[in-house]
């Protein structure tokens, strides 16, 4: 990363087809393919940035939240690459960084970002509304109760017998199916940010298993259409209320289900500020964004001790 903002190199190695034959993330599973791709996975992010360690300025790492064992793997690398080129390390909230994601620079000059923001920050293990009045100036509005958003669509995604992740397999049949054919539940929660989508999971499956009791072939398409709209419309209307409520520039979205095109539309068609989210290679998990936050922190001075551990359910701090 360089600047904080443009990118040299961002190299992924996906476990996707690994996890799918269990429907998701097996962690053991996980932590043992961290261990197997982490270096030739940063001498390839080396290569291709072209760069040699004496360029380096320091070592960003996420230390949390997400699954211990791979956590472990990546700063436990990161405190070695460190220690042994005498490098700084800083230490990263995963969640700061999907945020970050909406600094990369990914066609020409870097998005110009105001504050203070609204960030809905929405994936398989997180649905978090946050507003953000200056860097490393959180405040958390209000999140899921249940079932993050991303989860709630592997949860469907399996019920209607369609690839993990659920995402992007339920919004691609979407596009085939009718979005009001079944009126399935929104869970408001009026007066606060929060999320719950734990009851709309739980009527799809009652829908699925009557239809089955009667013999019937599942309308698959019109189901995930249906599902999807019921998502987008709770994670749309709520974003759009919090940045009015709290006098926001701008609209940011971050995280894998960001990715989502229903989602973008719906938040732009009623957001009444500019919305802005990152490309979809950047929505998922990846390294860039780490580095982008790392760099306002290490701007900031903020160094991590030998002593850094990983926080496997923290939430987001300032």
């Given at each position: 990363?360089?600047?904080?903002?443009?990118?040299?190199?961002?190299?992924?190695a996906?476990?996707?087809?690994?996890?799918?034959?269990?429907?998701?993330?097996f962690?053991?599973?996980?932590?043992?393919?961290?261990?197997?791709?982490?270096?030739?996975?940063?001498?390839?992010?080396?290569?291709?940035?072209?760069v040699?360690?004496?360029?380096?300025?320091g070592?960003?790492?996420?230390?949390?939240?997400?699954?211990?064992?791979?956590?472990?793997?990546?700063?436990?690398?990161?405190?070695?690459?460190?220690?042994?080129?005498?490098?700084?390390?800083?230490?990263?909230?995963?969640?700061?960084?999907?945020?970050?994601?909406?600094?990369?620079?990914?066609?020409?000059?870097?998005?110009?970002i105001?504050?203070?923001?609204?960030?809905?920050?929405?994936?398989?293990?997180?649905?978090?509304?946050?507003?953000?009045?200056?860097h490393?100036?959180?405040?958390?509005?209000?999140?899921?109760?249940?079932?993050?958003?991303?989860?709630a669509?592997?949860?469907?995604?399996?019920?209607?017998?369609?690839?993990?992740?659920?995402?992007?397999?339920?919004?691609?049949?979407?596009?085939?199916?009718?979005?009001?054919?079944?009126?399935?539940?929104?869970?408001?929660?009026?007066?606060?940010?929060?999320?719950?989508?734990?009851?709309?999971?739980?009527?799809?499956?009652?829908?699925?298993?009557?239809?089955?009791?009667?013999g019937?072939?599942?309308p698959?398409?019109?189901?995930?259409?249906?599902?999807q709209?019921?998502?987008?419309d709770?994670?749309?209307?709520?974003?759009?209320?919090?940045?009015?409520?709290?006098?926001?520039?701008?609209?940011?979205?971050?995280?894998?289900?960001?990715?989502?095109?229903?989602?973008?539309?719906?938040?732009?068609?009623?957001?009444?500020?500019?919305?802005?989210?990152?490309?979809?290679?950047?929505?998922t998990d990846n390294?860039?964004?780490?580095a982008a936050?790392?760099?306002?922190?290490?701007?900031?001075?903020?160094?991590?001790?030998?002593?850094?551990?990983?926080?496997?359910?923290?939430?987001l701090?300032?």
């Amino acid at each position: 990363m360089e600047e904080g903002r443009f990118i040299r190199s961002n190299v992924i190695a996906s476990q996707i087809e690994i996890h799918r034959q269990y429907g998701g993330v097996f962690p053991e599973m996980a932590s043992r393919e961290h261990v197997r791709a982490i270096l030739p996975v940063i001498r390839e992010a080396i290569a291709e940035a072209e760069v040699s360690w004496e360029d380096l300025d320091g070592i960003a790492v996420t230390y949390g939240p997400g699954l211990a064992g791979s956590l472990l793997v990546g700063v436990n690398a990161a405190k070695g690459l460190a220690l042994g080129r005498g490098l700084p390390l800083v230490g990263v909230n995963h969640l700061e960084g999907h945020i970050y994601a909406n600094w990369l620079a990914t066609d020409g000059e870097p998005p110009d970002i105001q504050f203070p923001f609204v960030c809905l920050i929405v994936s398989g293990g997180h649905t978090e509304l946050v507003l953000v009045a200056d860097h490393r100036d959180y405040r958390r509005l209000g999140g899921t109760l249940d079932d993050a958003a991303g989860e709630a669509f592997d949860k469907v995604g399996r019920l209607l017998g369609l690839e993990y992740p659920g995402g992007p397999a339920i919004e691609g049949v979407a596009r085939e199916g009718d979005s009001i054919a079944f009126d399935l539940p929104r869970a408001w929660l009026q007066g606060s940010c929060d999320f719950s989508f734990s009851g709309l999971k739980t009527a799809v499956l009652r829908l699925v298993r009557a239809l089955e009791r009667e013999g019937k072939p599942l309308p698959v398409a019109d189901l995930a259409a249906s599902f999807q709209l019921a998502v987008v419309d709770v994670l749309a209307e709520k974003t759009v209320a919090a940045a009015r409520e709290f006098d926001a520039q701008q609209i940011l979205l971050a995280g894998g289900v960001s990715a989502n095109q229903l989602l973008r539309q719906r938040v732009r068609k009623r957001a009444e500020v500019p919305v802005l989210y990152p490309p979809p290679i950047l929505c998922t998990d990846n390294a860039a964004m780490i580095a982008a936050a790392g760099t306002v922190r290490f701007r900031a001075g903020e160094r991590s001790g030998w002593d850094l551990d990983v926080l496997p359910g923290v939430g987001l701090v300032g």
